[in-house]
C-alpha cells in the first residue's frame, strides 16, 4: 500500500496547541513531504529550485477551544493559479532573514496579519513541486486576532476552516487528471464549497503525517 493510499485510511487525529509544538520540535526538518507528483520532479542535479515559505495560521476560538486554520484565496485576475485556496506566503528573497521571516512577511503583506499577532510553534519539511519551487511551510499560533487587511492585487477572500476536519483522512481523496499528455497526480479536500488541492492540500497532507508520527489520540467526535 502507497503512502497516499494509507494517509487515505488512517483515522483522524485530535490534538491541541502543546501537542503541535511538541510534535514540531521532535520532526526532521529535512524530510520532504511526499507530492504524488513527485515522478515528474527533475532529476538533473543542476536544477535550481526555487526557495518559498508559507504560513499555516491556527486560531484557537476563546469558547469552545476550537482550532481553526486560515486560508487565502488567490486574487482571480494572477496569471498563476488564479481563485485557488493557499496558504498565505510566497518567494524568499535574498534579503529575508529566515525562511520564518519570509512565511511572516507574506502573511503581513497579503492580508495584514503582523509578526506580533504570532507564536511560531514549529516548521515542516519541504514541499517540492515541479514548477520548480522548494515550499517551507511554517506553523504559528494566532495569538492576538486582528482585522484583516486583504490585498486585492493577490487575495480575493480568506476562509476559517476547522483544524481536526483537514486532519481527517477520509475527508480528502487522490485525483489523477490528464492534461495534455501528462497525467497529474494530487489530493484535494472540499470543506462547505471550498476546495483546496495540489501543493496546499499536499503541505496538510505533510501536517497530518508529521502529527501522526507522534500522537496516537483518536478523535472520537469527527465532524
Given at each position: 500500500?502507497?503512502?497516499i493510499e ?5 483515522p483522524?487525529?485530535?490534538?491541541d ?14 524530510q ?24 499555516i495560521?491556527i486560531?484557537r ?19 498563476n ?6 496558504f498565505?506566503g ?7 532573514a ?11 503583506e ?5 509578526p ?7 516548521e515542516?519539511?519541504?514541499y ?7 515550499v517551507?511551510?511554517i506553523?504559528a ?7 484583516l ?25 487522490f ?5 495534455g499528455?501528462i ?5 484535494e479536500?472540499?470543506y462547505?464549497?471550498?476546495r483546496?488541492?495540489?501543493v ?5 497532507y505533510?501536517?497530518?503525517?508529521t ?13
Open positions: 500500500m502507497s503512502d494509507q494517509f487515505l485510511n488512517a483522524p487525529i485530535y490534538l496547541l502543546d501537542d503541535i509544538r511538541t510534535a514540531l520540535d521532535r520532526t526532521p526538518y529535512v520532504q513531504i511526499h507530492n504524488p507528483d513527485e515522478n515528474r520532479l527533475s532529476d538533473d542535479n543542476d536544477t535550481q529550485y526555487q526557495s518559498a515559505a508559507v504560513l495560521p486560531w476560538e476563546p469558547k469552545s477551544q476550537e482550532l481553526f486554520v486560515l486560508f487565502t484565496q488567490r486574487a482571480l485576475h494572477m496569471r493559479h488564479p481563485g485557488q485556496m493557499a498565505p510566497g518567494k524568499h528573497d535574498p534579503e529575508d529566515s525562511m520564518e521571516y519570509t512565511a511572516l512577511r507574506e502573511t503581513l497579503e492580508v495584514g496579519l503582523s506580533d499577532c504570532f507564536d511560531l510553534l514549529g515542516l519539511g519541504e517540492c513541486t515541479i514548477s520548480g519551487y522548494c517551507k511551510p506553523v499560533e494566532m495569538t492576538t486576532r486582528r482585522e487587511c486583504l490585498c486585492e492585487d493577490e487575495v480575493h477572500s480568506v476562509h476559517w476552516i476547522p483544524l481536526r476536519y483537514l486532519l481527517t483522512p477520509s475527508n480528502y481523496c485525483t489523477e487528471k490528464k492534461v499528455a497525467t497529474r497526480s494530487f489530493l479536500i472540499e462547505h464549497g471550498i483546496i488541492w495540489g496546499t492540500a499536499g503541505i496538510l505533510g501536517f497530518y503525517q502529527l501522526a508520527e507522534h500522537i496516537n489520540k483518536p478523535l472520537q467526535d469527527p465532524l
